[in-house]
């Protein structure tokens, strides 16, 4: 539906949307300060029956399965594929899977241990060679 450039708009005051036709702000506000609530975590309005369900889906606190560390739900995923010291990560060297936490010590040994060959574009003990 579009506005008359010359009827004038206004801001709701409860869910902040612009443009409100001014004679249907009243009816605006009244529907949405009924139906609509903000969230206090990170200020979306959301359907009041349904702020429960927003919460538990988005921001609630949630065990990472690796490592047992207690982050939002809305950044789990983000944990676990940067930074969850029990994701797995692959040795540069010889590209064995293993735990971040484990990585540095694991490529401080591994590192010593081999050496690259551009011509077969493999790596190899340097104990055999």
Known sequence: MEIPSEMSTV???????????????????????????????????VPRKHAEE?????????????????????????????????????CEYCEFPLPAVDLSKHQEFCGNRTEFCDLATNTFDCVNE
């Open 54 to 90: 927003h919460y538990m889906n988005t921001h609630a606190p949630v065990a990472c399965s690796l490592c047992r560390e207690t982050v939002e739900r809305e950044v789990l995923a983000h944990h676990k594929g940067a930074n969850c010291p029990q994701r797995i990560v692959t």
């Open 11 to 45: 801001v709701c005051s409860h869910c902040n949307v612009r443009a409100i036709p001014a004679p249907n702000i009243d009816l605006h506000y009244a529907h949405c300060s009924r139906n609509l609530e903000k969230c206090t975590i990170c200020g979306d309005m």
